[in-house]
């Protein structure tokens, strides 16, 4: 198992950067978690990983959940705004934000689980509600009702 962890830091956040740094390396946790900063096209990525776990403490529009139910990866994320418009009991598994014994307990759970159902509930959702097709047709819906 391991964790691949994908994405920058603010300045803000260097100083905690750090220590998270320090504890990785002084735990030797090198080869189970992974850090790549920022990546472009990180969603290329997702096909290579079992499960997608959003860690947000909020989400404006949750993207890459998204590409991972299309993707056809269990998705796991926090029960905040955002995520909770696309997981729910039926399209992924949600977990409380900074309770790290909930939070441990729901991916171990997870792990090694026959989740087909709710990755398949997920795809079809977000097939049927975000896909380039049902994209290019609300356009299209919005352009014809714009014109006529």
């Known amino acids: 198992i391991a964790l691949h962890i994908i994405g920058g830091y603010i ?24 850090f790549w900063d920022d990546l472009p096209f990180a969603s290329s990525f997702l096909q290579y990983f079992d499960l997608y ?27 905040v705004v955002g995520n909770i418009d696309l997981v729910n009991v039926n399209t992924g598994i949600l ?7 909930k939070i441990a307990e729901k991916l171990h759970s997870a792990i090694g689980a026959n989740n087909d159902t709710l990755v398949e509930n997920a795809f079809v959702f977000a097939t049927n509600n975000f896909s380039s097709e049902q994209y290019k047709l609300k356009i299209c819906s919005l352009y014809r009702e714009v014109a006529l």
């Open 11 to 34: 300045d803000g956040d260097k100083a905690y950067l750090k220590k998270i740094l320090a504890l990785h390396k002084s735990l030797k946790l090198e080869n189970n978690v992974i």
């Open 53 to 79: 776990w959003s860690t947000a403490l909020w989400e404006g529009l949750p993207t890459a959940i998204i590409e991972s139910m299309l993707k056809k990866i269990l998705v796991v994320s926090t029960d």
């Open 95 to 101: 977990t409380p934000v900074k309770d790290h014994h």
